[in-house]
């Protein structure tokens, strides 16, 4: 009776788990909404306040001469639609071998901007993928240089000159404007082969009088685009300062507190997501101001201001800043930090294990250049890694052969010393000694290998080129396995949600598992054992919706696992023997205290 009640009890608490597993990930988790291409686009209502936290005046301020740039009353409010945004004429087409988009003239803005390896769906007529857009639409998200003249930011709706027709990696653009006291100002565009535009902002101060001016740069965007914070991918405002990676705040966070102004010189700052990221990279003009701020619960802002510096008449000022917005590619980042960038690669979310996943990554590259298919490299890499630790295994099972050879002498010195834990002791470390058995030995492997293959799992999850990667009928080892057993897998047009999507490496999942677990006989009471029959299930319920690259590689893994399991036992027949004797003889146990308890 105790047992059927404490399995009722288990199955419940699995449920519990499945049915929370998922409530949690929608909460905690929740998709970002997809980006969609310019065509599908339609305005979203900004019902949130635009006000800046910092301030009671908001949208209504302008910068004072402590290094403020606030909204300017004069841009217009309300929702755009991005197709009737980007059909403005003043605007000048960017076109380089990664990047293509356009500069907003009004306002001297990079609010076009679209990434040209990489689509926005697994659809091959669904377009680039769009990392910046104009303010006011839905997927707000651009960069703007500009100058705070006298405390007061430059108008917003100011409409800026260019001199060239397109920018290209070998046609530099410049944007100039003159104000009403014949300051002239000149932001200098120039973009490279990858993701990095250079702006250099000059002054020439052909009026009368001294002014006081500071070169600013701003990213601004919405949170309703960008992907989730996770434990292990940050996704959020991000820089170095001081030498030291700055990202401890999500967007929610950054919300409740306003502001965060990190202490220390800026190398750089922006917003990451998990394949994409956006920053500003300082010159070498004193900084007076470099943070991170919320406008509204949704709209946040990563400024770049320069120290105030009189600019004499006749004189003239000249700050160079750049702008990155692309992809996180390990490699490109890389080489943007070797440039002088300081920890650039960083803004990828490597953590504590940075040392060992990037040499796992750039193995699976390799893989994926060599077999063509990223699915086949990832079973490949798993193959390796499991090959490399095959010899830990080893002395792992040594290890427990070892100690079942010494337990009936453990025994027997624990029977005669039971009253003298001290001697008893003692003597069982003598025979450790004696016998030349370790004890940490057999669990020494499994620690070396937690930080392996969760190294492993990282590599999975930041691994941009996994992305839209397709293998047999999987179109996206990023995105979950599609052929879910509810719409018989794929056959019938309609996606099953959460944890009820349980697809073919789910079940595989599942079952390898199951079948580990069966092939290592360990000796433990009934209960336990329900419990370990229920384990494999309840993980293919909360495994369903990763993505199915790593779902691929623990299937894989476990494949290996039975492989090299039989081959231990074959080698360590009395381990298995052992095992097996000691579950029969606990079985036993069991029944003569039922016995006992009915005979009560």
Not at 148 to 161: E, H, Y
Not at 494 to 504: A, D, K, N, R, T
Request: charged residues 20%; aromatic residues 10%.
């Amino acid at each position: 009776m105790d047992n059927q009640r404490n399995l009722l009890l288990a199955v419940a608490l699995s449920g519990l788990l499945i049915l929370g597993w998922d409530v949690a990930m929608r909460t905690f988790y929740p998709e970002a909404a997809v980006a969609p291409t310019s065509e599908q686009t339609e305005p979203a209502t900004q019902s949130e306040a635009r006000a800046d936290p910092g301030t009671a005046a908001g949208e209504g301020e302008v910068a004072g001469t402590g290094g403020e740039i606030n909204e300017t009353a004069a841009m217009p409010t309300g929702p755009v639609k991005l197709d009737e945004a980007l059909a403005s004429p003043n605007r000048v087409p960017i076109d380089s071998p990664r990047v293509g988009g356009s500069i907003n003239l009004v306002g001297a803005r990079i609010d076009d901007l679209m990434l040209k390896d990489y689509r926005e769906t697994v659809d091959k007529d669904s377009g680039p993928v769009r990392l910046l857009a104009p303010e006011r639409t839905d997927r707000e998200y651009f960069a703007e240089f500009g100058f705070i003249v006298d405390g007061q930011r430059m108008p917003g709706n100011a409409v800026w000159q260019a001199d060239g027709e397109k920018l290209t990696p070998s046609t530099p653009v410049t944007l100039t404007r003159t104000d009403e006291n014949g300051i002239t100002y000149r932001i200098k565009l120039s973009i490279d082969e990858n993701y990095m535009i250079t702006a250099d902002q000059t002054v020439l101060n052909s009026s009368e009088n001294a002014a006081i001016i500071q070169p600013y740069a701003f990213i601004k965007r919405t949170s309703e685009t960008a992907t989730p914070d996770q434990f292990i991918i940050h996704s959020g405002p991000i820089g170095v300062f001081s030498g030291t990676l700055h990202d401890p705040n999500s967007y929610e966070e950054l919300a409740e507190i306003g502001r965060d102004t990190p202490a220390g010189r800026a190398a750089w700052l922006g917003f990451t997501d998990q394949y994409w990221h956006s920053s500003l990279i300082p010159g070498e003009g004193e900084i007076d101001s470099a943070g991170f701020r919320a406008l509204s619960e949704t709209l946040f802002r990563s400024d770049l201001i320069y120290d105030a510096q009189t600019v004499p008449a006749g004189g003239a000022l000249n700050q160079t800043s750049r702008l990155f917005a692309g992809a996180k590619e390990s490699t490109v980042l890389d080489a943007y930090e070797d440039s002088g960038i300081p920890l650039f690669g960083k803004a990828i979310s490597w953590g504590w294990f940075e040392w060992f996943e990037r040499p796992m990554l750039w193995l699976l590259r390799q893989l994926n250049d060599l077999v063509g298919n990223f699915g086949v490299a990832i079973i490949l890499l798993t193959v390796i890694v499991r090959g490399l630790l095959f010899p830990i295994a080893q002395k792992q099972f040594a290890s427990m052969a070892g100690m079942k050879a010494v337990q009936p002498k453990m025994k027997a010195i624990q029977e005669r010393y039971k009253d003298d834990k001290q001697k008893q002791q003692q003597e069982i470390m003598k025979l450790y000694k004696d016998e030349g058995v370790n004890p940490l030995a057999g669990c020494l492997p499994l620690i070396l290998q937690i930080p392996i293959f969760f190294a492993l799992y990282k590599v999975l999850m930041l691994s941009i080129e996994m992305r839209h990667e397709p293998f047999l009928y999987i179109k996206d080892l990023s995105a979950p396995d599609p052929a879910t057993i509810l719409n018989l897998f794929g056959l019938l047009p309609f996606e099953v949600p959460g944890f009820l999507g349980i697809g073919v490496l789910a079940v595989l999942l599942g079952v390898t598992m199951w079948l580990t677990f069966k092939l290592n006989p360990s000796a433990m009471d009934p209960m336990q054992q329900q419990i370990f029959n229920l384990m494999p299930w309840i993980l293919m319920f909360v495994m369903a919706p990763f993505a199915a690259g790593l779902l691929l590689y623990w299937v894989t893994s476990n494949l290996l696992t039975l492989a090299q399991q039989s081959y231990l036992y074959s080698k360590h027949p009395q381990l298995k023997a052992q095992a097996l004797k000691d579950k029969a003889e606990m079985a036993k146990k069991k029944e003569r205290e039922q016995a006992e308890k009915g005979n009560v």
